[in-house]
């Protein structure tokens, strides 16, 4: 199958909601930013490049000013809260989590306290007061307790459930974490797109897209390149910034709830 026929379905899509004069949003996050590197050097060319406005999740007990310095060069970029030192607590055997039940609420919410105020401090209005959770779990418990200690917005991986936050999900991750740890076959990350395009259709949730700059392969960095390529090609697509979602959420948020 060459490239082009891998890519149609995407195309039609996208004209389908030309044709209904509607938007297809899309919104890009990537995890684990700490330090400035050549790969993340990369993903900001490329998505400056395409006018594609990324949310960075950044590791506060990882990050100093390196990272400060290097994102006011880049003004399209917004900063979240990814935990704290992205360290797991689970026992062996169980699915890693830093935010799970295994130590005290207070702890884990003192370091998430702790998380924010650090990544603020050094980004300023760059950073989004936003929780991107380690491995895209959190212990349901502490959700509600996110506003008191100052965030506005949750972001993890799959469908929305109420929360007492804004919630901004990703959908579509590119990487194979349980296969080959590169990217995913490019054929069934259109198949995703396309599906998660026609459940917003619908009503659903805009495509959040998932990257991982620091493990990118190649054909992760060529898949990212060619789906801004067809989303510039179409008048129908817009890639939104996390505040703007985070707004959107804010309304349908319900206190108390997970």
């Given at each position: 199958?060459?490239?082009?026929?891998?890519?149609?379905?995407?195309?039609?899509?996208?004209?389908?909601?030309?044709?209904a004069?509607?938007?297809?949003e899309?919104?890009?996050?990537?995890?684990?930013?700490?330090?400035?590197?050549?790969?993340?050097?990369?993903?900001?060319?490329?998505?400056?490049?395409?006018?594609?406005?990324?949310?960075?999740?950044?590791?506060?007990?990882?990050?100093?000013?390196?990272?400060?310095?290097?994102?006011?060069e880049?003004?399209?970029?917004?900063?979240?809260?990814?935990g704290?030192?992205?360290?797991?607590?689970?026992?062996e055997?169980?699915?890693?989590?830093?935010?799970?039940?295994?130590?005290?609420?207070?702890?884990?919410?003192?370091?998430?306290?702790?998380?924010?105020?650090?990544?603020?401090?050094?980004h300023?209005?760059?950073?989004?007061?936003?929780?991107v959770?380690?491995?895209?779990?959190?212990?349901?418990?502490?959700?509600?307790?996110?506003?008191?200690?100052?965030?506005?917005?949750?972001?993890?991986?799959?469908?929305?459930?109420?929360a007492?936050?804004a919630?901004?999900?990703s959908?579509?991750?590119?990487?194979?974490?349980?296969?080959?740890?590169?990217?995913?076959?490019?054929?069934?990350?259109?198949?995703?797109?396309?599906?998660?395009?026609?459940?917003?259709?619908?009503?659903?949730?805009p495509?959040?897209?998932l990257?991982?700059?620091?493990?990118?392969?190649?054909?992760?960095?060529?898949?990212?390149?060619?789906?801004?390529t067809?989303a510039?090609?179409?008048?129908?697509?817009?890639?939104?910034?996390?505040?703007?979602?985070?707004?959107?959420?804010?309304?349908?948020?319900?206190?108390?709830?997970?």
């Open positions: 199958m060459t490239s082009d026929q891998i890519w149609q379905p995407l195309v039609e899509e996208l004209a389908r909601w030309q044709r004069d509607r938007k297809a899309f919104w890009l996050r990537d995890d684990d930013a700490v330090d400035p590197t050549p790969a993340l050097d990369r993903l900001l060319d490329l998505t400056r490049e395409f006018a594609v406005a990324p949310t960075l999740a950044v590791i506060p007990a990882l990050t100093d000013e390196k990272l400060v310095v290097r994102l006011d880049a003004p399209h970029v917004t900063v979240a809260i990814h704290w030192a992205h360290r797991n607590h689970a026992p055997g169980q699915k890693k989590q830093e935010l799970g039940a295994h130590r005290p609420r207070e702890a884990v919410l003192d370091d998430l306290a702790r998380g924010l105020s650090r990544v603020s401090g050094l300023g209005a760059r950073a989004v007061p936003m929780l959770p380690p491995w895209n779990r959190i212990d349901p418990g502490l959700v509600a307790e996110l506003g008191s200690i100052g965030f506005a917005a949750m972001s993890v991986f799959g469908p929305p459930k109420p007492s936050v919630v901004v999900n959908n579509v991750d590119i990487m194979d974490w349980h296969g080959t740890r590169g990217c995913r076959d490019h054929g069934l990350l259109v198949q995703a797109i396309v599906a998660q395009l026609q459940h917003a259709f619908d009503g659903g949730e495509v959040g897209l990257t991982h700059h620091l493990v990118h392969d190649e054909s992760a960095w060529l898949f990212l390149e060619r789906l801004f067809v510039a090609q179409s008048e129908a697509c817009a890639w939104l910034p996390i505040r703007a979602l985070i707004g959107r959420s804010a309304g349908t948020a319900n206190p108390g709830k997970m």
